[in-house]
């Protein structure tokens, strides 16, 4: 038997569980809270506040919950975040059901965007430019590696420079499905436009046992 021969039931596995994974997450955590991701200066803000949401030790749809809250308050680019109250931000957050980090949450959004502000007018395709963007996002208040890591998967499809990004919470989401950790080797099971989505799966199933276990019984053949 050849090498090719040997692992193709294999693939044909792995890539049943990776549609198995997309079929539960329907969509990216980005889109669930309200966001059309473009390369416009509006919704790229959008997905780094919701990776700042993300940073804090909070349940994922509370996060998706206080940023669509933010974003219908009308704190959508880092014009409006700056402009708007400390305030008006904890009471957004708190609609959002933010309580526990609202506070601390708050004054960092709002120093986020003056600094967005004062080094790229607002408009994060300017960092995109850095030599070293990824240092540059560390730099922003509220933004450590981890929400460096949750903001680049988000934009991996519009930023494809970063693609195939797996940061290392989705890599345990790929661990608990029995799925390769490789980026490279996750990137072959699906479509590029399906990796944000994808890799969102993977974190969710990291933090769900029930959701990985539920999709290794749909991929598993009859």
Same mark, same amino acid.
């Given at each position: ?8 039931? =294999?693939?044909?596995?792995?890539? +049943? *569980? /990776?549609? #198995? ?9 980005? !889109? &669930? ?23 804090? =030790?909070?349940?994922?749809?509370? +996060? *998706? /919950?206080? #940023? ?9 680019? !880092? &014009? ?23 506070? =601390? ?118």
């Amino acid at each position: 038997m050849s090498p090719t021969t040997r692992k193709n039931p =294999r693939d044909r596995t792995e890539k +049943a *569980v /990776a549609q #198995a994974l997309l079929d539960r997450q329907e969509a990216t955590y980005l !889109a &669930q809270a309200g966001v059309r991701l473009r390369n416009t200066p509006g919704p790229l803000y959008q997905a780094l506040v919701l990776a700042m949401l993300f940073s804090a =030790r909070i349940k994922a749809d509370i +996060a *998706v /919950a206080a #940023a669509r809250a933010l974003f219908e308050a009308g704190l959508r680019t !880092a &014009q409006s975040m700056a402009k708007a109250s400390w305030q008006q931000r904890v009471d957004a957050l708190g609609e959002g059901g933010y309580r526990r980090y609202d506070e =601390r949450t708050a004054t960092m959004l709002g120093e986020g965007a003056e600094l967005l502000l004062e080094r790229y007018g607002g408009d994060l395709r300017k960092l995109r430019e850095e030599d070293d963007p990824k240092k540059a996002l560390r730099e922003i208040p509220g933004l450590g590696p981890t929400g460096v890591d949750i903001f680049l998967r988000a934009v991996q499809t519009i930023w494809p420079e970063f693609a195939p990004y797996v940061d290392r919470k989705a890599q345990d989401g790929a661990r608990r499905l029995g799925l390769p950790t490789s980026p490279d080797r996750l990137a072959t099971l699906v479509s590029r436009r399906e990796l944000a989505r994808f890799t969102d799966g993977l974190v969710h199933a990291a933090l769900d046992k029930p959701l990985a276990d539920d999709v290794l019984a749909e991929a598993k053949p009859a």
